[in-house]
């Protein structure tokens, strides 16, 4: 699976994501679920990433949002 190069503007400077289909529908989903746009959801991952590439912290965070998912069935 090769990924797919989607750009966007965060804070007033152009920036591209490279992902695998599978994560770009689990972003477009997260996004859906939060009411938010995509690239407002982005801005936000962008906002607390740190140092780590914008690519990667979009993938960190779907894996957290999903095992905190994971927790919160497994606890019921």
Known sequence: MRP???SFSIKGHRTSI??????WEALKEAAAEDQ???AALVASIDAGRGDAN?????RVWLLA???????SHTAA
């Open 36 to 38: 938010l746009s995509l």
């Open 54 to 58: 914008l690519s990667s912290a979009v």
């Open 65 to 71: 949002r999903y095992r905190a998912r994971g927790a």
């Open 18 to 23: 490279s992902l695998e289909a599978a994560f």
């Open 4 to 6: 797919v190069k989607r």
